[in-house]
């Protein structure tokens, strides 16, 4: 086999890093994002602003947005789907036939903000890979790797006191 053609399998099977995406394909999944996602979804929070909503959710009230932030939404899809297509599949599923029974979410998170409406009815199947891909290499990290720096930052926030 020549070398080409080595590197071109290699790269179809291990080309799933952010140099090996089309960045007009993020763009446009950015743009789906704005237009479709941004009503309720804001797109990120800081892991201040995390711990603040965190400890809201601990003493029983609603945080301050609509719904979870995208960059945690895509830590939680990522936990569970940590391949970038098994996440798309994922995502272009859960946004058509929303359910708390598929979903990844904590508990807390359905009781504050309920099952998101099925926006995926009125998307292309084009549409919807667009926008998951663009979350799975626009945000990086696991749920439990963000929650762990959260604790971290909680504690440390704590003992200053």
């Not at 797109?43 to 609603?62: I, N, P, Q, Y």
């Not at 799975?136 to 006191?161: A, M, P, R």
Request: charged fraction near 25%.
């Amino acid at each position: 086999m020549n070398i080409a053609i080595l590197l071109f399998m290699f790269l179809g099977i291990f080309g799933g890093t952010s140099q090996g995406i089309d960045k007009e394909e993020l763009r446009k999944g950015y743009e789906i994002y704005k237009n479709t996602c941004s009503v309720c979804h804001i797109e990120s929070v800081s892991l201040m602003d995390f711990a603040r909503a965190r400890m809201h959710v601990l003493k029983g009230e609603k945080p301050d947005m609509d719904a979870p932030p995208m960059n945690l939404v895509a830590a939680k899809i990522r936990q569970y789907y940590p391949r970038e297509l098994e996440f798309v599949e994922f995502v272009k599923d859960y946004i058509t036939h929303p359910s708390s029974k598929k979903g990844v979410c904590n508990k807390a998170a359905y009781s504050f903000f309920g099952t998101m409406p099925p926006i995926g009815e009125g998307m292309s199947n084009r549409e919807k890979e667009l926008v998951a891909k663009w979350m799975y290499y626009n945000f990086e990290g696991t749920w439990l790797e963000i929650f762990l720096k959260v604790k971290q930052l909680e504690k440390t926030t704590h003992s200053k006191k």
